[in-house]
């Protein structure tokens, strides 16, 4: 399904796959246009099939014109069903896709992946990014295993975690005193001025957006090749959740899925929720916001996709929802006591977000939902601190054993 | 009075190649009405037929997005400076 266009998502206007976002005439976003598979289904599956077990394996599906490698091997991550978590929730058929299983420990390296190597193809030879934490880390990584230069552009505040890891491969880190939306402001306007920089979320966002389709072509094949009822999914600009959808569009479209798009749920933080407010309120426009949540990795207030997101909730029997700071802490808890999977805070609003489905009745208890844990809690180590004790004791048996008698009493 | 308006690289084409323009007015929306007036081309890729922006174009008053502000009726004062840029990027 060779890439043929660029094509404005707004008017349609076209243009050749280069190092564009924005449509001239209307300012709309620019998304890769595909020519139809040249392939029957059966024939497309068994490339797949036989393909490498990284997100290179859709390589047919992805906007690469040479063939698609990379220096740090991405994607392929585990689809885990979530009994336990289900039995809490009072559902039968719930799917965790755990992208914490990925190089830098976030979906963040699939799109740089895409991004960095349609790059190298359109020869720029630095790599950049405006992130909310994880996207540093990916791009910071990607570029050290390419040998290219990285610029990282992040709130000043970020969290520490995201900070030290993405600095530890080399890149140059610029804190920027405002918010996410003030990073993405003046990202966009360096990227209009420094020629042989790739913004991977700025000039090629396009190739990078494309690179979250992979999560859906994942979780299909590791269903067995079959569609979940429902998704749950992050929001901060709404590229991965539309980019989702897209994903298993194409494939019904190409035969290779049988079925309708799930109905896709988004999940945002209150603190956050521009597209949640729209959704709510019956629009597609998203009033901007400013930020106040500890899911600094959803922290957009200004979401690039947003009305698309709200569309897509719309005509899919989904929605999108917000919840809490408390309920993002219980959300990152469920899931860790459930399913042994540690999420960072946008996986808290995720989990937090599928329980509040699950207790409005909005999901049929049969219905096979999956939710995508999009980051590590190794990176959001303070969202979970005052939940866990630690008991110190001298090294005596009798120590030990006053304090299990201790734990006894208060069970 | 005076305000500057700076221009993504995606409108300077239709800016005779200028990265920057200089356009009177007492509120952002004069502002770029006169800005229009310099370079007629600029206004159908900013606004629409209702005169409102594009869905997918940002103004900033000295950093600060307009719809924090008043919108387009936002006053500026002399040697203000006015941004527009595209709104798909980041995420």
């Known amino acids: ?46 490339r797949i099939q036989a393909g490498p077990h990284t997100l290179w394996r859709y390589a047919d599906f992805l906007p690469l014109q040479g063939p698609a490698r990379s220096a740090l091997p991405t994607g392929w991550t585990p689809l885990v069903r979530a009994d336990r978590l289900a039995e809490r929730l009072g559902l039968r058929d719930v799917w965790i896709k755990n992208e914490t299983a990925n190089p830098t420990h976030s979906f963040k390296d699939r799109v740089v992946s895409v991004a960095l190597a349609r790059a190298l193809e359109l020869g720029f030879d630095t790599v950049a990014c405006a992130s909310t934490g994880n996207l540093a880390g990916a791009v910071a990584a990607h570029a050290a295993a390419a040998g290219l230069p990285a610029y990282v552009f992040i709130p000043a505040d970020l969290e520490a975690e995201k900070i030290l890891s993405a600095g530890a491969y080399g890149a140059r880190i610029v804190g920027v005193r405002g918010t996410y939306d003030d990073v993405n402001r003046l990202c966009t306007e360096i990227s209009g001025e420094r020629d042989g920089w790739a913004f991977v979320n700025v000039n090629v ?37 539309t980019k989702v959808a897209r994903g298993f569009q194409e494939w019904i479209d190409a035969g290779l899925l049988a079925g309708e798009l799930p109905a896709m749920h988004g999940a945002q933080a209150a603190g956050c929720s521009p597209v949640a407010q729209a959704f709510a309120a ?21 979401p690039a996709d947003g009305p698309y997101a709200v569309d897509l909730a719309r005509r899919t029997g989904g929605s999108v929802e917000s919840v809490t700071d408390d309920e993002i802490r219980a959300g990152i808890r469920l899931l860790a006591e459930t399913t042994g999977i540690f999420t960072e805070t946008a996986g808290g609003v995720t989990t937090a977000v599928l329980a509040k489905l699950a207790e409005s009745g909005a999901i049929d208890p049969d219905e096979r939902v999956v939710a995508y844990i999009t980051g590590d809690g190794l990176k959001t180590l303070d969202a979970v601190r005052d939940g866990v004790e630690l008991a110190q004791i001298d090294a005596r048996f009798e120590a030990f054993e006053a304090i299990e008698a201790v734990e006894e009493v208060v069970a | ?34 800005l229009y007036a310099q370079h007629g081309e600029l206004r159908d890729r900013i606004a629409g037929e209702d005169g409102e922006l594009r869905r997918f174009v940002n103004v900033y008053l000295k950093g600060e997005d307009i719809r924090f502000l008043d919108g387009l009726a936002t006053p500026v004062a002399d040697g203000d400076e006015v941004t527009i840029l595209p709104a798909v990027a980041g995420g």
Not at chain 1, 28 to 46: C, F, I, Q
Not at chain 1, 282 to 302: E, Y
Not at chain 2, 13 to 25: F, R, Y
Request: aromatic share 6%; charged share 20%; proline share 9%.
């Open chain 2, 1 to 34: 009075m005076a305000v500057t308006v700076k221009l993504p690289t995606q409108l300077r084409a239709a800016a005779g190649g200028a990265a920057e323009a200089s356009a009177d007015g007492s509120t952002v929306g004069e502002v770029l009405q006169a």
């Open chain 1, 205 to 241: 966002r396009p190739y990078y957006a494309e690179g979250s389709k992979t999560l859906a072509f994942e979780t299909a094949e590791q269903l067995g090749w079959e569609l979940p009822d429902r998704v749950v999914a992050p929001v901060a600009s709404g590229s991965l959740f």
């Open chain 1, 282 to 302: 019956g629009t597609d426009v998203c009033r901007p916001v400013k930020p106040d949540t500890i899911a600094k990795s959803l922290a957009i207030g200004n």
């Open chain 1, 1 to 46: 399904m060779p890439a043929e266009a660029l094509k404005c998502k707004e008017c349609s206007t076209a243009y050749p796959l280069e190092a564009r976002y924005v449509c001239e005439r209307c300012f709309g976003p620019l998304e890769v246009a595909y020519r139809p598979p040249s392939s029957d289904a059966p024939a497309l599956k068994r």
